[in-house]
């Protein structure tokens, strides 16, 4: 996978202002049906996984749980983060055709 391609992607998206971080922000935008999709980190607890898979499932929001905390928090401009939620359908779209094309 371009791991560089998609965490670029989602710095834009951050930059553009369609991208949020936090648990209880992510939650809320799930909730709202504004989250088009979901990312967590694989290192993630199993409580915060559970808690999101189950909350996207629910909502029918895709969700990826591939890079690390570290990695996402990079992408961001920011410390460490644990799950983050796009809320643009355009940016949506770029990050799952650049996985489409790795798998």
Same mark, same amino acid.
């Given at each position: 996978?371009? &791991?560089?391609?998609?965490?670029?992607?989602? !710095?834009? +998206?951050?930059? +553009? !202002?369609?991208?949020?971080?936090? #648990?209880?922000?992510?939650l809320?935008?799930?909730?709202? =049906?504004? +989250?088009k999709?979901?990312?967590?980190?694989?290192? +993630?607890?199993? =409580? @915060?996984?559970?808690?999101?898979?189950?909350?996207?499932?629910? /909502?029918?929001?895709?969700?990826?749980? /591939?890079? &690390?905390?570290? %990695?996402? !928090? %990079?992408?961001? !401009? #920011?410390? #460490?983060?644990?799950?983050?939620a796009? @809320?643009?359908?355009?940016?949506?779209?770029?990050?799952? &055709?650049? *996985?489409?094309?790795? *798998?």
């Open positions: 996978m371009d &791991n560089n391609k998609i965490l670029s992607y989602i !710095g834009l +998206a951050k930059r +553009a !202002g369609k991208c949020l971080s936090g #648990e209880e922000k992510v809320n935008k799930i909730r709202s =049906n504004e +989250a999709l979901v990312i967590i980190a694989n290192d +993630a607890s199993e =409580n @915060t996984s559970k808690k999101f898979k189950d909350k996207c499932s629910s /909502y029918h929001v895709p969700l990826i749980q /591939y890079y &690390n905390r570290s %990695q996402l !928090g %990079q992408s961001l !401009g #920011e410390a #460490e983060r644990v799950v983050i796009i @809320t643009d359908d355009g940016f949506v779209k770029m990050i799952m &055709n650049c *996985m489409e094309k790795e *798998m």
